[in-house]
């Protein structure tokens, strides 16, 4: 005799279809990539980290040529204490950061430059929007020195006449 299981024949394929359903971040996950840029502006992050700054989720990246200033829009508020630290990933490649108020008036104050990535800090005296201005720079000279040294490193090929760059910021 054939005992009843009790699953009748909607729940098997309802149960079916959640699993699908469940599977979609997964499937989502595998379709993520790592944006190098980012990671050189998160490690710049890491000592100002150490030091309490918070580092918030918002980041923007792309490509551009180089020397062809960048600015991003954000709302800043007074009270709060912010850097700004970006990057890029390509080699013989750097990048500068600066902060400036909607009238152009720059309001950093204090800044870094260092190999692929860069930083610069604020303390906005008013609730507002602010530019925050990237520039990326590609010296061939440097680009050839690296490569020298790392012949056969993914990457390093000739120039396309675009470089990676990537902004992240945190706050206190």
């Given at each position: 005799?054939?005992?009843?299981?009790?699953?009748?024949?909607?729940?098997?394929?309802?149960a079916?279809?959640m699993?699908?359903v469940?599977?979609?971040?997964?499937?989502?996950?595998?379709?993520?990539?790592?944006?190098?840029?980012?990671?050189?502006?998160?490690?710049?992050?890491?000592?100002?980290?150490?030091?309490?700054?918070?580092?918030?989720?918002?980041?923007?990246?792309?490509?551009?040529?180089?020397?062809?200033?960048?600015?991003?829009?954000?709302?800043?508020?007074?009270?709060?204490?912010?850097?700004?630290?970006?990057?890029?990933?390509?080699?013989?490649?750097?990048?500068?950061?600066?902060?400036?108020?909607?009238?152009?008036?720059?309001?950093?104050?204090?800044?870094?430059?260092?190999?692929?990535?860069?930083?610069?800090?604020?303390?906005?005296?008013?609730?507002?929007?602010y530019?925050?201005?990237?520039?990326?720079?590609?010296?061939?000279?440097?680009?050839?020195?690296?490569?020298?040294?790392?012949?056969?490193?993914?990457?390093?090929?000739?120039?396309?006449g675009?470089?990676?760059?990537?902004?992240?910021?945190?706050?206190?």
């Amino acid at each position: 005799m054939i005992q009843d299981s009790g699953i009748s024949r909607y729940t098997r394929p309802a149960a079916l279809l959640m699993v699908i359903v469940m599977s979609f971040p997964f499937l989502s996950r595998l379709e993520a990539f790592v944006n190098e840029a980012i990671s050189f502006a998160l490690e710049a992050a890491t000592p100002y980290v150490e030091q309490g700054f918070e580092v918030r989720e918002d980041s923007w990246s792309g490509e551009v040529a180089p020397e062809k200033p960048l600015l991003v829009r954000h709302q800043l508020f007074r009270g709060n204490e912010y850097w700004f630290w970006a990057g890029t990933s390509w080699p013989g490649a750097t990048v500068k950061v600066d902060i400036f108020d909607i009238e152009g008036n720059p309001v950093s104050l204090e800044s870094f430059q260092k190999d692929s990535f860069a930083g610069a800090r604020a303390l906005p005296q008013k609730t507002a929007t602010y530019l925050i201005r990237v520039i990326v720079s590609y010296d061939e000279k440097e680009a050839a020195r690296i490569e020298a040294e790392n012949p056969g490193v993914e990457g390093v090929g000739d120039f396309s006449g675009m470089l990676d760059w990537g902004l992240v910021y945190g706050y206190r």
